[in-house]
């Protein structure tokens, strides 16, 4: 089985400012890692993945994420935000064999602030 | 290319009633996974269909069930409705065979009373 642990359930940043968003995993078998968006009223919109290769993935929206296998984490992070990131943000795991199914954190609510 | 569209928008039913919410995948896609997302248990995975079978299933009560059909759209009922059933149901679609590729529709959101 597999969990994911967002480890901030709220995030207030300055416009401008720089933002990280944590994300642990566990599982037991090879997963592939996600970062989603949800705007409020609206569903997900996937902002990066990471299925092999280079561990630093590039996104939408000048997002970045760091996958890190020791430490099972997969950070999101953006060196400057704006008030439309304003919204909640998801961390997910899919196994790559198995059921294919994605398991999410809590999420994260990121907060702008002028 | 259209997006995933799930129907109604919004609904509100009374415990006891049944529901039946629909999603349209993304033409060509022939995958579709339902979610429930609720603010005390978050994002949960319900079940999924591929080509009018249901391929893989999250842990809910039988209450909660689903169908394909050849066009690949989909329905899914929910019986017996509990206060706890209220959630934001989301629909993703993918093409069944790139499983990562999931697009997902703006979901119907039940208010049950």
């Known amino acids: 089985a597999q969990s994911v642990t967002q480890l901030d359930s709220q995030v207030p940043v300055f416009e401008e400012a720089p933002v990280e968003l944590r994300c642990n995993y566990s599982?037991?078998?090879?997963?592939?890692l996600f970062w989603y968006v949800q705007y409020p009223n609206q569903g997900l919109q996937l902002l990066l993945k990471?299925?092999?290769?280079?561990?630093l993935v590039k996104g939408i929206n000048g997002f970045e994420a760091e996958f890190n296998k020791s430490q099972t984490s997969f950070h999101l992070r953006k060196p400057s935000v704006h008030i439309s990131d304003t919204a909640e943000y998801f961390c997910a795991v899919m196994p790559v064999r198995g059921a294919q199914k994605l398991v999410f954190g809590q999420g994260t609510r990121l907060t702008i602030n002028p | 290319k259209a997006g995933v569209t799930q129907t109604p928008r919004y609904l509100i039913k009374t415990r006891g009633q049944q529901v039946t919410l629909s999603c349209s995948p993304i033409s060509g896609h022939r995958s579709v996974s339902w979610y429930q997302q609720t603010p005390g248990q978050g994002l949960q995975f319900l079940f999924e269909?591929?080509?009018?079978?249901?391929?893989n299933k999250g842990n809910f009560p039988g209450r909660f069930s689903g169908r394909q059909f050849s066009n690949s759209r989909s329905e899914m009922n929910v019986s017996t409705l509990e206060l706890g059933d209220s959630a934001l149901y989301l629909c993703a679609s993918s093409s069944g065979t790139v499983i990562e590729k999931l697009f997902f529709g703006s979901g119907t959101q039940l208010s049950v009373l």
């Open positions: 990471y299925l092999s290769g280079s561990t």
């Open positions: 599982s037991s078998v090879s997963v592939y």
């Open positions: 269909y591929f080509s009018e079978t249901q391929r």
